[in-house]
Nanobody
Framework: VQLVESGGGLVQPVGSLILSCAAS????????MSWYRQAPWKERDLVST????????NYADSVKGRFTISRDNAKNTVYLQMNSLKPEDTAVYYC???????????????WGQGTHVTVSS
């Protein structure tokens, strides 16, 4: 199983970035996908989630209206479009997959290695 994030970098305030997370080694379309972020000296927080079947989404209050999560099951990829970026969005962004395996009656959780996003002028 592999989750590989990309698209991070340095961006000026009010700029935009698109993060991608390419998945392999599991049935991507069956997994609920999420983006988390961890700022220096802080805990890892949930940013956004998109469900498997219906593609329902939810967002942290701090990013509502600015970030958009989406997925392309044909490409096994989940995206995070980030607009109107603020310095406080600076963090390492992680991709997470939650995959329920019915025969085991448990959820398998997979994490990517993260991609750095720095918002600074």
């Amino acid at each position: 199983v592999q989750l590989v994030e990309s698209g991070g970098g340095l961006v000026q305030p009010v700029g935009s970035l698109i993060l991608s997370c390419a998945a392999s080694g599991f049935t991507f379309s069956s997994a609920t996908m999420s983006w988390y972020r961890q700022a220096p000296w802080k805990e890892r927080d949930l940013v956004s989630t998109i469900t498997n079947t219906w593609g329902n989404t939810n967002y942290a209050d701090s990013v509502k209206g600015r970030f958009t999560i989406s997925r392309d099951n044909a490409k096994n990829t989940v995206y995070l479009q980030m607009n109107s970026l603020k310095p406080e969005d600076t963090a390492v962004y992680y991709c997470k997959a939650d995959l329920y395996v019915s025969r085991e009656r448990r959820v398998h959780v997979y994490w990517g290695q993260g991609t750095h996003v720095t918002v600074s002028s």
